[in-house]
């Protein structure tokens, strides 16, 4: 029996603890790690062809392969890696890998031994030459099972802060914290169980630290609700009772809008509030980085609102969770240079859902009316006929790109998944494909292998030269089809085709 990590990086030893020999070929590692990941399901020889040897021929890669199976096979034995026809799979009896324990106690709800199990980022410093299939593979599957990991320390932080064990709720925040610094949401919660043991001195440092590590490590200012919930953190004059409702997160002001004092119910677990006008706290709470608490909260509410049973309203249609919008992106960065890349973000998410035929995505100009529409989103969802809306911001300072997106449910606005993405320019790519990999799941959608390849797969490899087709894209899409906006797309896009002459997308926008 062998033991495989490949959470944190890569190890294998004998079941007695001894170091086994190292595998010979540094592929050979990377296809064991792949066929850990793949789990029970295993992956396709084609598969590991593409992600390993992209660059020979199906003769020569399939050779190489073959050696690779076999060097493992040596090292470990002959049962080691099984083969049904064009399927491999890792022999759980031989190898006990790491991730699939990890995977495997998470579906099972025991979410404390699977954060045992997650020893850091997938194959952490882990690197192949020439391989640049598997490089974004590694990116996704890393990005993946940290937002997994992540997920379940949220998940315990909360049942422990609903046992009323704010002690042990502390410790999970504080898990969750070192795993992402520079989630706000995270390090709040934080903050707020250490209030509630009475550690008010550590509660404020903990704020603070998260302060100083936005401005030196993303320069940024941390958002106005944030810096709100710190100072009402500072004057809190005593421990949060276990038996105290959380108040209402405070959100950030937006401009002005009709005067609708509707009002909603908000969610009650979000802490540290100051009181706001209905409809403002309607209309601005999905631009919050408290977008994240969990899926489980927000089914409950729902779950709590169709529990009142049946009132004088008239019939609700239900559109089906599949019926998308996705609204025009909001930029909020100062820099008007990088002014393009909400709506180039927007398009490229339209574009990147449309390829899922199991979707249906209402069309660029439909959802353009509502670019600053001040109207309720279960309005808006009736109206366009949909059962998801996905709503985005993004900031740009210096070369540092930060993205906000979540899903909501238009008829409850509860949400459905969010998620925030503090990257470099040159992941814009990375960021819109894993957006779309999230909406798609999170909608319970299924994706065949040609659809997940279409979108996962980058149009280059060249970041500088996709910036400059976004930023053509941009031109060529203005108002009025100007002939000094179509000579600047045209640039752009001759530019973009001088860095990758193999840019597909680039040579037909010229086109």
């Known amino acids: 029996m062998f033991q495989l990590r490949i959470l944190g990086g890569f190890a294998l030893q004998a079941s007695s603890g001894t170091?086994?020999?190292?595998?010979?070929?540094?592929?050979?590692?990377?296809?064991?790690?792949?066929?850990?990941?793949?789990?029970?399901?295993?992956?396709?020889?084609?598969?590991?062809?593409?992600?390993?040897?992209?660059?020979?021929?199906?003769?020569?890669?399939?050779?190489?392969?073959?050696?690779?199976?076999?060097?493992?096979?040596?090292?470990?034995?002959?049962?080691?890696?099984?083969?049904?026809?064009?399927?491999?799979?890792?022999?759980?009896?031989?190898?006990?890998?790491?991730?699939?324990?990890?995977?495997?106690?998470?579906?099972?709800?025991?979410?404390?031994?699977a954060v045992q199990e997650y020893g850091g980022p997938l194959l952490d410093g882990f690197h192949l030459d020439d391989?640049?299939?598997?490089?974004?593979?590694?990116?996704?599957?890393?990005?993946?099972?940290?937002?997994?990991?992540?997920?379940?320390?949220?998940?315990?932080?909360?049942?422990?802060?609903?046992?009323?064990?704010?002690?042990?709720?502390?410790?999970?925040?504080?898990?969750?914290?070192?795993?992402?610094?520079?989630?706000?949401?995270?390090?709040?919660?934080?903050?707020?169980?250490?209030?509630?043991?009475?550690?008010?001195?550590?509660?404020?440092?903990?704020?603070?630290?998260?302060?100083?590590?936005?401005?030196?490590?993303?320069d940024l200012e941390p958002d106005r609700e944030v810096v709100v919930a710190i100072e009402r953190l500072r004057s809190a004059e005593r421990p949060i009772s276990v038996h105290d409702p959380f108040p209402v997160l405070p959100r950030a002001p937006q401009p002005p809008a009709a005067t609708d004092y509707s009002g909603t119910t908000e969610n009650a677990t979000a802490p540290l509030s100051v009181p706001q006008p209905p409809a403002v706290r309607a209309r601005v709470r999905r631009w919050a980085p408290w977008a994240g608490i969990s899926a489980a909260v927000a089914l409950v509410g729902g779950a709590l609102i169709v529990a009142r049973g049946p009132t004088s309203h008239p019939a609700v249609t239900h559109h089906p969770r599949t019926a998308i919008a996705v609204l025009p992106f909001q930029n909020f960065g100062a820099d008007t240079s990088y002014a393009y890349l909400a709506g180039a973000l927007h398009d490229e998410l339209l574009t990147q859902l449309a390829k899922v035929g199991a979707l249906n995505v209402i069309g660029r100009t439909s959802v353009l009316a509502y670019a600053r529409s001040t109207k309720r989103l279960s309005q808006i969802g009736a109206e366009l006929g949909v059962g998801s809306i996905v709503e985005g911001s993004l900031q740009v300072v210096g070369n540092r790109l930060r993205v906000n997106v979540q899903l909501i449910d238009p008829e409850t606005e509860a949400h459905l998944w969010a998620e925030r993405y503090d990257r470099t320019l040159d992941d814009v790519f990375a960021v819109q494909s894993d957006i779309a990999q999230r909406i798609v799941a999170a909608v319970g959608a299924t994706l065949t292998s040609t659809e997940a390849n279409a979108i996962a797969a980058a149009p280059t490899q060249d970041a500088e030269a996709y910036q400059l087709y976004l930023q053509g894209r941009d031109y060529q899409r203005r108002a009025g089809w100007s002939r000094s906006n179509l000579e600047s797309a045209q640039q752009l896009y001759e530019r973009a085709v001088a860095l990758d002459s193999t840019f597909a997308l680039a040579h037909a926008a010229l086109a």
């Not at 391989?131 to 940290?146: K, V």
């Open 19 to 113: 170091a086994t020999p190292s595998l010979p070929q540094r592929r050979a590692e990377a296809a064991l790690a792949v066929l850990a990941v793949c789990g029970d399901l295993g992956c396709t020889r084609e598969r590991l062809i593409a992600l390993l040897w992209p660059e020979s021929d199906d003769v020569h890669s399939r050779h190489r392969l073959r050696d690779a199976l076999s060097d493992t096979r040596r090292v470990l034995g002959a049962d080691a890696v099984l083969s049904t026809g064009e399927q491999l799979r890792l022999n759980a009896f031989v190898v006990a890998a790491d991730v699939l324990a990890f995977e495997r106690a998470r579906r099972s709800g025991h979410l404390e031994e």
């Open 131 to 218: 391989a640049p299939e598997f490089e974004r593979w590694l990116d996704g599957e890393r990005a993946r099972l940290a937002r997994v990991y992540a997920e379940a320390l949220e998940q315990l932080a909360l049942a422990a802060e609903r046992a009323g064990s704010w002690g042990a709720a502390a410790g999970w925040w504080a898990r969750a914290e070192e795993h992402d610094p520079l989630n706000s949401h995270v390090t709040l919660r934080h903050a707020q169980a250490l209030l509630a043991i009475g550690d008010k001195a550590n509660a404020i440092k903990t704020a603070d630290d998260h302060v100083r590590r936005l401005r030196e490590e993303l």
